[in-house]
């Protein structure tokens, strides 16, 4: 297994990522509703940005938890993707995507889904690498702060 | 709740929904293998057209199984989705979509990733409908045959 | 010119090429109907798929037929594109591409239209490779059958 | 049948339509070479263009003729598309859509493959409607001209 | 001229829009760095969901500002947009988004360009709607807050 | 710095290049006209081509000036752009773009914005290469004519 890179500082932005998408008739079905798969992926997408900003070397996506599509998503509503890293493994993050709906001409914000997805992090010749531990007294639900990376072992 | 069709022949093409895509360039990541979220996309435009097919009436995805990503795709590759309701509610219906694939330069099929969709039937005003009973006695891995759907009550 | 692989079964896959597409908001002009553009490349699409099934090598459309459009098709269509290899050539292939459209809301399917592809396998340094003959006592709307590939010859 | 507008000055633009494109990853197949669908969906969106110019009315696409395909466009290639109309009918017009390409580090222009496209006008309730006539003596790889459009009948 | 919602909240989402995108092979020209136009679409829409979120009415763009493209940004990079509101006339809105790039395997961020976005509130009719105003006690690259929005008018 | 080709004639193309494109759904925001940002994408295309075919060797954009949008652009519209090289420096190369719009139903042609694009040449490893001079004595609004190119030095 292949670590993580040996000198780097603490990640600030690694806490949260964020994805704001407006949905436009390019994304819609023909319902004029966001399409379930367009939600999908750009759940998927924010979580694969997540993990890549935690670790800093090649993630895949290896699994994903259920998701309930609580409500539609109409033309012309903003959506934004928030993505935090929720635990990790010796070489791998699960990461949480909400997704939040905001009407356009309102100001009330809605939690519309939420997605649960299992990146592994990849180092020299595709073999697994370490990544920086979520530390266990942070809150998954706050401001999550990782570990100092290892010192030892070469880049890939 | 509202019905389906009054009268409609049993629908030959409900048993298995096909649905073939290349990996070109335009649907990977930057390592050039098929994007998670495009692959979960696919999967649910597969399950939407066969459960419309089957009760032939406004669907909405309401949930998501879980899904595992054992392999990558990589660009170049002939993916195959085959979506079949195997279960239905009242106004629910249960598809599962295989995504298969297959090297370009090979014979062989290797089954990538399976996952489970459940789709809500609509009618009139968006109030659930009623949909066509899987047979119990049909494999779900064969010929589903959907049950003559009821006469009763107006089509919206 | 180059051989198809040496060792192949035959290709239960090469009967037929399923493709099924619904038509959403961006697939189609400002008439709301399925852009024509968009479903001949639907159409190569699946030609292209089912080619590359027949002869498990690098294939380019050399040439389309004449393709009559007799109906529209409205946006919230259901579309299957059924592809056949209906003759070969030493390196060429002719495909027989049609394209149903299934009203959501109806049980009917109508064939909208039809193409024929020409397509070549190219083998190494894109030299004009054999393929798979359709064997002239199979009905071409039947389920085609590819002989045995040739046995002779290095695989590129 | 419902004529074309009543009042309207010649169209000095109704002679050639021209549309360039790079052709960039996302347009292309996995040989990196533009995807025969894509040159299609371009020559037929050409001859939209050029239809609706002449006409001014809504046109559909009924008809593509044959076109040969004779060499692949590679990616980092300018593509230009020029249509033009080469005959009218009385609701119907036969456009000839161009495709050259420009490799983008030469000077060199050539001339890939060509399509005739046939389309028709339609008018109040999409009934076909009367296009201005190519003149007879207009040669047409010239400077077509369309006739003074008739100045008789309301428009839809 | 019409108003903006007569009870509303300060809206906590209004200080900063912030949208991650990942450059994938079909976001770049031939060279393989984000296309230019790409670039300018996504500033764009970060600054359309950032004055929308502002204001809570349809919004336009009227004018960009000069922009400098200090850099290539290659495929495989992560790309974050930002974007604030900067200064407030009666129904316009100057909105700044910055384009920042994250190397996938490093830890450091680069400024690789600024552009100001100038849009304007619509209401009823379309005629223009009065904006909350920015505080000038803010520090415009702060936390911006806007003013509580006026009581009177009736909502479109 | 490297030279332009040694050897090539005036090119005849690189006077005007023009893009017509037509406006679908599937380029509109949720008002049903054209993004401001898709606006900005087809501009920036369009300079690119005309710049790529002024100097054949690799652009890129490093500047674009203000852009004033007088416009919406409804969908259903015909749009052109219309770009030529109107100043060069060593390496540089100014290019205008104007974006006409044509409702689909009427003759008349409308201004709906420009924009100035300053793309920059480069030759072998990225470094900056001589473009053809555009003539001081052309008009920039009318035929502008390359010098010939130097004829010194190895192409990259």
Not at 17 to 41: E, Q
Not at 53 to 80: A, L, S
Not at 114 to 125: E, Q
Request: net charge negative; hydrophobic share 40%.
């Amino acid at each position: 297994m292949s670590d993580a890179p040996a000198s780097s500082p603490s990640p600030p932005i690694a806490a949260e990522t964020r994805m704001v998408r407006a949905v436009f008739p390019g994304d819609t079905n023909h319902y004029h509703t966001l399409f379930g798969g367009s939600a999908m992926a750009w759940m998927d997408q924010a979580a694969f940005i997540c993990a890549t900003r935690w670790c800093r070397t090649k993630v895949v996506t290896v699994h994903t938890g259920e998701i309930d599509f609580q409500q539609p998503v109409p033309e012309g509503t903003i959506v934004e993707l928030v993505a935090r890293v929720v635990q990790t493994g010796t070489s791998s993050m699960q990461v949480r995507t909400e997704m939040f709906i905001e009407p356009m001409d309102q100001y009330e914000r809605i939690l519309a889904c939420t997605g649960t997805f299992t990146l592994v992090a990849l180092g020299a010749d595709d073999a697994p690498a370490q990544v920086p531990a979520l530390r266990a007294s942070d809150s998954p639900e706050g401001h999550a702060v990782a570990d100092e990376p290892p010192t030892t072992g070469a880049r890939r």
